[in-house]
């Protein structure tokens, strides 16, 4: 007569956070009292519960569960005792890995208390990773829907705000910090690099976002790190859209169901949802701080420890390298001494006159031209903004108001169509079915409309590709006069100016005509680009240098 074999046994139980969203039928304390119970009534040895609690089926890396497995390995336990083969987890693969290869290998039974462990287990685990695909696009799906709606999905509140007491899916300002917030975004405007701004932060000794957070808790911060302010936490600050009343959410995702590495989406897939909250800062200087990013500006300083306020924006006009500064150290008879700024082209600089001509212009006289054309501009705009505007989305060689209604009839038309189309698909496939019509028929008609349905397909498509880029010249053209309005009166040109309004400006050779010297300055704005129709393009110079 063999020997009765002696179980020491290991319990297992899971619950994950989607387990109890969807409503498990025990819990993991439900799950421990059925499954001792049952142990105490078979007269087995208890070894010890293994419990993993807030654990997806699909994490096999669960600590528990690796636990337990390494007491199966060491042969502490030559039992485990499960509630049903779901709670071993989701994956049919890895759970039937386990049960037939694993634990067999080292001698341990797997018991499961409502199922049997058999030759359908195989089924039954398939049926359990089914389920857990499917919670999963449910959870996703939940998750997609709030975010388009507007609610804030994020464990912490952005530096400057905070969650709605109330509603801990909206976004309120926290007047704590808001005023450090919208001092970080002031600095960053004037050409303040990252690394600078959180200098300055961290000499007036100003706690960082994450050190505020869990102060504001009354907690020590668990994080390892220096606790103080730093370039990427600036840079991360200045490049979201919260502070101007937008989310921007679900950045992030896992790789599947299956494999919960965490990975960066791409942007196409990020969800955005505007006017959610009240921003912090206007939208002007969101635009400017965003083209400082665009352009990674970091402010070249002069030989003498000085900055020109044109750094990074001049160009050749004719070869299209950016302009060069000069310094002069200048001591005129009877006069004092000074320094005389100037820019040439860094094509000839490096290369001499078989690259490129000097292209020399001071930086005074090119102060008084960019000054006088951005005023002269700002005041065309006060005096008819429409005007200027249909102006601008003429040189642009937009569609007209007209034209966009066409694109608008045309779509709705396509559309039409298409709906018209699948019904007489359809309608074919039925007169195949109950054989009236004949084969040959039906190929040649099927093919037809599936060509038609594809070519209006892609023409739609197309007009919507027109329709918003005529919306989006519409608002870069409002955008740049509600801008430059504001610089009717302006006597002194500034490096926050320039970077608001310009892109770039390309500076041409100087010519005589009729004794006088000229040159073409082209200010290449930014949202409307090249505009210099609205002002004389070509600007006379008085005699310099």
Known sequence: MSKQKEYRVGVYVRLS??????????SIENQKLLLTKHVKEQGWELVEVYCDDGFSGTNQNRPALQRMLHDVKQGHINAVLIKDLSRLGRNYLEVGELAEITLPQYGCELISLNEKIDDMMVFRNWFNEQHSKQTSQKVKAVRKACAESGKFLGTYAPYGYMKNPDNKHQLVIDESVAHIA???FEMRAKGKSYRSIALHLNELGLASPSEYYYGKKNQSNPKKTNRLWNPMTIRDITNNEAYIGNLVQLKNGTVS?????????????????????EPLISLEQWNLIQKLAEKNYKPRR???????????????EDCGFKMRI???????????????????CGNYSRSGKSACSTHTIGENDLKELVTKQIRDNAQMVSCDENHIISRILQLQNDESETVRNSYLREIKAHRDRLSMLDKLIEKLYEDRLNGVLPEPTFKTLIEKFERER???????????????SIRRNTDDAKTWVNLIKKFGDMETLDRETLLLLVDKIQIGETKKIDGFKVRDIKIIYNYVGDINFLTESTETEAAYG
């Open 17 to 26: 956070n989607e387990d109890a969203r969807a409503g498990e039928s025990v």
């Open 182 to 184: 919208k001092k970080i």
């Open 257 to 277: 169901y299956k494999n919960q590495k965490l990975i960066s989406k791409p942007k196409e897939d990020w969800i955005r949802a505007e006017n959610t909250h």
């Open 302 to 316: 002069c030989e003498n420890g000085t900055k020109s306020i044109f750094s990074s924006l001049l160009y050749c």
């Open 326 to 344: 000069q310094i002069e150290h200048r001591k005129p008879l009877k006069s004092e001494e000074y320094f005389y700024y100037s820019f040439l």
């Open 454 to 468: 594809i070519d209006r397909s892609q023409s739609a498509e197309n007009l919507k590709k027109r329709v918003k």
